[in-house]
């Protein structure tokens, strides 16, 4: 596995957590095993496709790249809570911009 693919599944995990948190509080700490779960393991997936070994493009394509990721991915979850958890969909958008911003920052 390569460093930039060791790095976004490590960004992927640590997001989670952040969204895992960000779900608890939300929520009033009452939300389910398996959706805080279902929301962490998302975050995993985002990691692992941004983390692939895409082709170097410009910094702001790669961004570009991350948000379409996050958008997509984050789709999966947010059609699976019935369209009702907006801020979490969007935060998966937030997070693939993060995690190539990241990624492409550690490659100069």
Known sequence: MNRRMTES????VLLGI???IGAYVRSGFTAS???VFSLWYNRVILGLLVGAPWPKVARNK???RG???GLLVSFAFYSSTGFVDLVSFL???VYGVIL?????????
């Open 67 to 69: 948000a379409l990721f």
């Open 91 to 93: 935060a998966g958008v």
């Open 18 to 20: 952040v969204c895992v």
């Open 62 to 64: 790669a961004l570009l």
């Open 100 to 108: 190539e911003g990241w990624l492409s920052r550690l490659e100069k």
């Open 9 to 12: 599944l490590i960004g992927g």
């Open 33 to 35: 095993p398996v959706f």
